[in-house]
C-alpha cells in the first residue's frame, strides 16, 4: 500500500510538471506606452506560470521608439522564450514593429504578410533635413544591427530597412542569407507544430529545446484601462476629443441647465487627459490649440462676424501641426484630417454664433422692455395730457397721451413709465390686441 501511494504520488507530480503552457497575446495598434506595458505583463505572467513560450501576434504600422526599445528589453531579459509572430495573412509589422520582430528569441511571418521600417520624417510630417535624417536614420540602424547581430539575422538587411526604408515579404525575409526571420506558418497551430523541439539560442547565449506538443494555450488580452488607453491613445482621437470636450463645455457654460454638452464634454476632456499622457505632445503645439479653442469661445460670446473665429482657426491649425512631437508618420495628424476636422469645428462655432447674434436681436417679450410696440385698447377716453385706463396683455394700466382717443379705440404703446404707459391712437383696427 506504501510503494503504490508512492509511486501514484510520483505519476501525478510528473503528470503536473510535464504540463506545457503557452501564453498567447496579440498586439494590434500603434507601439506606444499601453502596447509596452500590455507585452511586459503578458512576459511577466508567462514567467510566473513557469510557461514554456510566449507567442505574441503582432500587427502595426510602427510607433514610438522608446516604447519599442521597452519592449524588446523585456523580450530580451524574460525567463521564457518569445516568439514574435506577424499574422495573420494580409498584415504587416513595419517600422518599430521591425524591429520588434528581429529582437524576438524566434520570428515567425504568415503567408501574404511584410515586414520594414519607414525613413525617419520631421514632426510636420516632411521630410527632415540632410543632417538631422543622417543622424535620426544612423541611431536606429544602429539599434536594428545590434539586435540582428546579437540574434544571428541577416545585419545588412536589417540595416537598408532603416537606411534605406526597405520592406521585405515574408519569403524574402526566410530565404535571406543569413535569414531575417526563422518560420512562415499559416496560423498559431502550424506555427507551434513547427516549433516543437527546435532549439533556440536565447540573448544570453543559453539554448533552449522548445516543447509545444498538447500546449495549454493561456490567451492573455488587455485589461480595461488598457483598451480605453489604446483606444484613445492616437493624436487624431485624442485632438477630437479635446476639441469636442472643451467646445461642449462652453456650450453648457453659454447655455446654463443644458446638462447633456457638459456631461459629454467633461468625458471628452477626460478622454483627452488620459491620451495626452502617454502621448509625446509638444505643448508650445497644445497651448496654440487650447488659444485657438478660446479664440473661438470668444467668437460664441461676443459674437464678432468672424473675426475671432478665423484667429482661433488658424491657431488651432498651426497646433496641431506641431503637437505631436514625433518623428514617426503614423503619431502625424496630416493636413487631411487637420483641415477636416478645423473646418468642421469653425462651421459649428459659426452656427452657435449666428444663432446668439439672432437672439440678440430677438425683442424682449417680458418685463418693461416687453411692453413696447405692443397694443391696447382704451377702456375710456383719454384727452390729450390727460390719463385714462387700457388694456393689454390681459391687464388694466393706466395710460396717458399726447392726443385724444375715443373709449374702444386700439392703442400702440410707446413707453413705460414706472406703472404708467405711454400710447398713441392705432390708425389702422387689428383685432386681438387686448
Known amino acids: 500500500m506504501v510503494v503504490s501511494s508512492v509511486l501514484a504520488a510520483a505519476q501525478k507530480t510528473t503528470t503536473e510538471t510535464d504540463d506545457v503552457i503557452i501564453y498567447v497575446a496579440e498586439v494590434d495598434a500603434l507601439i506606444h506606452p499601453v502596447s509596452a506595458e500590455f507585452i511586459r505583463q503578458t512576459i511577466n505572467q508567462a514567467n510566473a506560470a513557469d510557461a514554456a513560450l510566449v507567442v505574441l501576434t503582432l500587427r502595426t504600422p510602427g510607433g514610438l521608439v522608446d516604447a519599442t526599445r521597452a519592449i524588446n528589453t523585456s523580450i530580451i531579459e524574460s525567463e521564457t522564450p518569445v516568439v514574435v509572430y506577424v499574422g495573420p495573412s494580409g498584415t504587416r509589422a513595419a517600422s518599430a514593429g521591425f524591429l520588434i520582430t528581429i529582437a524576438a528569441d524566434i520570428a515567425a511571418m504568415a503567408p501574404g504578410t511584410h515586414i520594414g521600417a519607414a525613413h525617419p520624417v520631421a514632426g510636420t510630417g516632411q521630410a527632415m533635413d540632410e543632417t538631422m535624417a543622417k543622424k535620426a536614420a544612423s541611431d536606429v540602424a544602429a539599434y536594428a544591427r545590434?539586435?540582428?547581430?546579437?540574434?544571428?539575422?541577416?545585419?545588412?538587411?536589417?540595416?537598408?530597412?532603416?537606411?534605406?526604408?526597405?520592406?521585405?515579404?515574408?519569403?524574402?525575409?526566410?530565404?535571406?542569407?543569413?535569414?531575417?526571420?526563422?518560420?512562415?506558418?499559416?496560423?498559431?497551430?502550424?506555427?507551434?507544430?513547427?516549433?516543437d523541439g527546435r532549439k533556440v539560442t536565447r540573448w544570453n547565449g543559453n539554448v533552449v529545446v522548445l516543447r509545444t506538443t498538447n500546449a495549454i494555450i493561456e490567451r492573455v488580452e488587455m485589461n480595461w484601462r488598457q483598451q480605453l488607453l489604446s483606444a484613445v491613445a492616437h493624436p487624431q482621437v485624442a485632438v477630437l476629443l479635446f476639441s469636442l470636450g472643451t467646445l461642449g463645455l462652453t456650450i453648457e457654460l453659454w447655455n446654463p441647465g443644458g446638462i447633456f454638452p457638459g456631461i459629454v464634454g467633461a468625458l471628452c476632456l477626460l478622454l483627452a487627459f488620459f491620451a495626452f499622457q502617454i502621448l509625446p505632445i509638444n505643448y508650445v503645439g497644445l497651448l496654440l490649440i487650447l488659444f485657438g479653442l478660446a479664440l473661438l469661445m470668444a467668437e460664441m460670446l461676443t459674437a464678432t462676424y468672424g473675426l475671432l473665429a478665423a484667429g482661433g482657426i488658424v491657431s488651432m491649425v498651426l497646433g496641431s501641426l506641431m503637437l505631436v512631437d514625433s518623428a514617426v508618420p503614423e503619431f502625424q495628424l496630416g493636413w487631411p484630417f487637420i483641415l477636416s476636422s478645423m473646418f468642421a469645428l469653425g462651421l459649428i462655432v459659426s452656427l452657435l454664433a449666428r444663432l446668439g447674434v439672432r437672439a440678440q436681436l430677438v425683442r424682449p417679450v417680458t418685463g418693461r422692455s416687453g411692453m413696447i410696440e405692443q397694443l391696447g385698447r382704451a377702456m375710456e377716453p383719454i384727452v390729450a395730457g390727460g390719463a385714462g385706463m387700457v388694456s393689454t396683455h390681459g391687464e388694466l394700466w393706466s395710460a396717458t397721451s399726447d392726443e385724444d382717443i375715443r373709449e374702444g379705440d386700439e392703442v400702440l404703446i410707446v413707453a413705460v413709465d414706472g406703472m404708467q404707459l405711454t400710447v398713441k391712437r392705432q390708425p389702422f383696427q387689428i383685432s386681438g390686441g387686448s
Open 146 to 195: 545590434s539586435l540582428a547581430s546579437q540574434r544571428r539575422r541577416n545585419i545588412e538587411l536589417a540595416e537598408k530597412a532603416v537606411t534605406e526604408s526597405q520592406s521585405f515579404t515574408e519569403e524574402e525575409a526566410l530565404q535571406a542569407e543569413p535569414p531575417l526571420i526563422d518560420v512562415i506558418a499559416a496560423d498559431l497551430d502550424e506555427l507551434l507544430d513547427q516549433l
